[in-house]
């Protein structure tokens, strides 16, 4: 199984079969990062710019793969967006004026070795109860686990409040038979 550099397990032995698409590949087949990113590996902009900036890895034409893999881009990136745990599901539920800690946590399933530079990144959402156990002991990513009894209770908790939110009453209601407005 992949560990991370302290030597705790991130949870699966292949990070590329939980990689999604690149995050610089575009709607048409491009790579964004060659583009963008121009000043970081001129070499491979070049590449990139010779080809139309087609990637090497996706064919836009049959939207399968091409001769390529995503282990062979230099700067293949892949950060899941959804936001809820890839092992049990738990949804993310943020109140924006809250500094209270997040329910989800990203979760790296790539790291870089000794004297090594990160060059791709992978990473899922995990809720913060998976997280530690898939750090803290052999737990995979692919368990099929419901969410931990703490994991609800925190989500219900920041529901109930979110519901007290929307629970307003009106000046009227809240004054009703206080007065009767002939002042």
């Known amino acids: 199984m992949e560990k991370t550099p302290q030597g705790t397990s ?21 790579c964004r990062y060659a583009f963008d990113h121009y000043e970081h590996d001129p070499e491979f902009a070049r ?3 010779a080809d139309d900036y087609e990637c090497h ?9 091409c ?10 990136r892949s950060r899941n967006h959804d936001r809820e745990c890839v092992r049990c599901g738990l949804e993310e539920k943020l109140d924006a004026h809250s500094s209270e800690r997040p329910l989800l946590e ?11 530079t990160l060059t791709h990144e992978i ?29 609800i209770a925190a989500l219900e908790q920041r529901r109930g409040r979110e519901m007290s939110e929307f629970g ?14 002939d002042g």
């Open 123 to 151: 990473t899922v959402y995990l809720c913060r109860w998976c997280h530690a156990q898939v750090h803290d002991s052999w737990a995979r990513i692919t368990d099929d686990v419901s969410p931990s009894p703490a994991a």
């Open 57 to 65: 890895v996706v064919d836009p034409e049959s939207d399968g793969p």
């Open 47 to 49: 590449e990139r710019a």
């Open 106 to 116: 990203e979760h790296h399933l790539s790291y870089a070795s000794d004297g090594e």
């Open 10 to 30: 991130v949870g699966v032995d292949d990070p590329y079969e939980f990689a999604g698409l690149c995050d610089h590949l575009t709607g048409e087949g491009t």
């Open 67 to 76: 001769a390529g893999t995503w282990a062979d881009c230099p700067h293949f």
């Open 168 to 181: 307003f009453e009106t000046a009227a209601e809240r004054y009703d038979g206080e007065g009767d407005g």
